[in-house]
């Protein structure tokens, strides 16, 4: 059998239903390349090979393996909690805690038989868009080791672009799935707001949080979306909706016929006067996607969204706002880290210096963002405007909707850049988000498909649909794929070849 | 739990009469009650009281990261029960906040609560005190969940400050808890401290009819905090509040009242001016002391819940709940008061009593209203005085008043008889009848052995028997008295005097 980690989900689906191969053989091919590769990529926070080996012979024993999920190995970002399992969110502060219970979402996928190869790296509670913000490690891009992942949800990319992982989830907040996605050539996908339950995902800002799939194929993910997505009762604001048909749609998109299909190009996205900070690089493969989707018959048309540029003064006004209090509960008495605890200190010195510790800078600076913007006094000037840009936005995505059936854009507005070069620009860094934010705040649902490189390293197309339209992302998506032939990740494969 | 002590510094007071010469209180009152559901505001763990320390939580009320609430639909019946009850506007549409402090005993950094988009508002209570009426309006009523419990362990005060440490129990938070805030009541005057224990009382009582909560303050399912200030009498604007928290009971909230209209009084008299802030009430003392000042600097930063969807009542099920309200207090004391023909002041002392709901039952259980009254507000009241305990506590039921009634009614004992056998049924012994078997108490009919007693009495009394046969009929008291006295007051005396008639004249 050739290499196992070069086979993606449906492959690996194919040789499991067969008998070609074994779940036991695939995870310990992935494990075995973890312990090979990991080291210098750093994309994992927590592997247990043993619990994984152990998990996927029972998956084999049970007969499952290949059907449906059955069988393939998975890796979570470390924002899920997972029973039993160490769970840090890319934090000090939750160190050592082994959560009492599971996310639904990774309930769902053990649930489906999947094995859980180990815990991604990531930017400390998702704060972040190159994974330099994780308390532990930094990880590595796989296309170019002096390269940053994306982030947050870096870990995740950089194990499934690196075939340490054929799929995994992400979360998306601002673009924490897309972006990742796109420098490191893969697919990732944020749904609809409310259609992946949140139950067991460490909250950073819980009115824009989404767990979704990063893969190396738009069917993949598809695959990957279908067993997560659909109502949790234990979330409040989960749509009682059946999951959108995305792995018809992924199949149907990758017939390459899009015809009658309206595509709208989002000029403040990298459009004409809307280019400063766009890599000229990431405008040529975005503008060849665009021709590839007329290619396949879809109407294209430049569409103004004139709010989009107001997405990162109010994103950065909200997120921080809701973070400042889903992070007052890490004040170190219940779990994880606590500092000072010798009996000279009261509570409140506790506290103060678990926090002082146990955070790192950006988070500081977030909460502390979120914690004036909320003050009275200052709450309507910053988290009321910001909430009234948050309906304009979507305001703009009603009336382009009433035009096209999906808009698109760069994902991100640059390739992936060096390790260091913006840590010490918070703006810089922040500007990564540009794109992906509009889609965030409307609650919409965008996916990032690979369409081609620039300067050798990966960009990607962002697909934006109205809000339970999920499937109309992946018929997109899928239709690029093909236009485009193999994916991506097949390239770094030849290239380490 | 912790017994409070109030400080060793004692304040200036004013004699109450005398502070009512010269200012006016206005006092307002924020209630609390915890919900009677089974499961928690927004978890699925039980709410019983009383369970040993976190064996009642789960990740969603321990605030483990990750969790997400779910809003108990029970609860929200019940806090929009609560309102229609207080005659409030319920809204159409209303949310969670989140109020951000941090405490050890509020998981999550934040209490799930309300802040300007509350389920209920602008509604009132009457209230009655000494045969006027007092008008309380309603500001708001909201949900929300309760804290863990604090134990501070160590130091003297059982507060934290002086704690050698402290544990939390997480058994009580998440349970819900409705908060109904009043607006400010000016104009009581003198009645001030009695108006703010009739508003609880008669909030208290309201929340029980519906069946919402057992409102029971000494385990906190009922707790109060009470606003009071001061104002010069004539003064348009009113004084600087104080909150007195800790107040357990209703006899306490007229106190708290009364010691901080006295305490402010002083205060304003020396020139002095009163501080907003937080104060405790010490049940030993009567008296109230500063909590911490530092409350006052806290800013909440509410701002909505992002993990819960807005609270939307359907208008048709808002108007089904009112329509399925139960009688009311003040419409079932209306009612009753008509049907057993009591004036105003003799249903107060019932009421006072704590006796309506008992002397309702002993009625329905085939009392007459009278009877009953008698009964509950006579002998059983010098019972449970006598051993100081309330009358509903007494080991006596309503049925079983309602069958002593009848048995003296139809004459198989007599009121004497009728209190011993009323010791039988305190003592356990069961049903007055069985009691009026077991210590043979029943009247003794015109049967031999009553006969018997009779003829020894008048072979044993010759003289009065002459007395009386000379016309001096009166002298047959002597042996009514000395028939009752053979047979130990279990005779009746009418029946008796009319047998020794036949047998003398």
Known sequence: MSDLTALNVVELQQALSSGETTSVEVTRAHLDRIAAEDGTLGAYLHVDGEAALRRAAEVDASGAAGTGLAGIPVALKDVFVTEGVPTTSGSRILEGWRPPYSAT??????????????????DEFAMGSSTENSAYRPTRNPWDHDRIPGGSSGGSSAAVAGRLAPVALGTDTGGSIRQPAAVTGLVGHKPTYGSVSRYGLIAFSSSLDQAGPMARTVLDAALVHEVIGGHDPRDSTSIDAPVPTVVEAARRGAGGDLAGLRVGVVRELGGDGAREGYDAGVLERVAEAVALLEGAGAEVREVSCPSFGLALPAYYLIAPSEASSNLARFEGMRFGLRVGDDGSRDIDEVMALTREQGFGPEVKRRIILGTYALSAGYYDAYYGQAQKVRTLINRDFLAAFDDVDVLVSPTSPTVAWPIGARVDDPLAMYAADL?????????????SVPCGLSEGLPVGLQVMAPALADDRCYRVAAAVEAALGAPLTDRLGERAA | MSETRSETRSETLVDFDDVLTRYEPVIGLETHVELGTESKMFCGCSTTFGAEPNTQTCPVCLGLPGSLPVANAAAVESTIRIGLALGCRIAPWSRFARKNYFYPDIPKGFQTSQYDEPLCTAGHLDVEVDGETYRVEIE??????????NLHVGGATGRIHGADHSLVDFNRAGIPLVEIVTRPVPGAGAKAPEVARAYVTELREIIQTLGASDVRMEQGSLRCDVNTSLAPVGSLEWGTRTETKNVNSLRSVERAVRYEMRRQAAVLDAGGRVLQETRHFHEDTGSTSPGRSKEEATDYRYFPEPDLVPLAPDAEWVEKLAAGLPELPAARRTRLREEWGLSVTE????VNAGALGLVEQTVAAGASPADARKWWLGELARRANDAGVELAELAVTP?????????VAEGTVNDKLARQVLDGVLAGEGDPRSVVQARGLAVLGESDELGAAVDAAIAGAPDVVAKVQAGKVQALGALVGAVMKATRGQADAATVRRMLEERVL
């Open chain 2, 140 to 149: 708001r009523v909201h949900l929300e969940e309760d804290t863990g419990k």
């Open chain 1, 435 to 447: 794109c992906t934010l509009p889609a965030s705040l409307a609650g919409v649902p965008a996916i």
């Open chain 2, 399 to 407: 049925a079983q008043v309602a069958e002593l009634t009848v048995l």
């Open chain 2, 347 to 350: 249903m107060t002392w019932l």
């Open chain 1, 105 to 122: 979402v990774a309930q769902r996928l053990a649930d489906a038989g999947t094995v859980l190869l180990g815990k991604t790296n990531m």
